[in-house]
């Protein structure tokens, strides 16, 4: 039996990129790659009744993350390719054959969050981790002006147009 898993496309971003609002559009055209959110175990930030989402749980983080490498394991070893969509970055996403960041202008990622109801504290916690995002990705999509479907879109040219033949493919 083959040891080999098929890709790992791994989508990150600081919070208000976008993830999570393209997850509809991705899921309706991926014709074979399956396409998850790492927020989707959540309910209102929550795994099993802990709290996840939320910067005092940072210490479990690190399971939470080997958890989801287990879950994005199961269809890949099935020859299944995958996309992760996570704020995680490259070295926090063991086995990614390519890495992609979702980026924003700082304006509109604030607007966002504040849509969103997130405090002034997160919203600048946010804009901290997008400017460290910026400078450790090789590659990066700026979504400024895209709509949802457009994104999708071009995160799966993406996704499709990597060789898979790449050092974090196993």
Known sequence: MS??????????G????GKSTILPELLKIAAGIVV??????????????LPIAVPE???IWPAYRRMWQRIIDMPRRAGHPALLLSPNTPDEIAGATACLLLDCADGI?????????DSDRQIEAALEDARYYRGIFDTT?????LEPPIIAEQVLA???STPTNSPGHQ
Do not use: C, H, K, N
Not at 14 to 17: D, K, L
Not at 36 to 49: N, W
Not at 141 to 145: M, S
């Open 57 to 59: 749980a940072e210490p």
């Open 109 to 117: 990622r604030a607007e966002r969050l504040r849509a969103r109801r």
């Open 141 to 145: 999509l700026v979504t400024d002006g």
């Open 158 to 160: 993406w996704a499709r």
């Open 36 to 49: 998850m959110d790492i927020d989707e175990l959540l309910e209102d930030g929550r795994l099993l009744g």
């Open 14 to 17: 600081a919070p208000g990129s």
């Open 3 to 12: 040891t080999a898993l098929a890709p790992l496309y791994a989508v990150s």
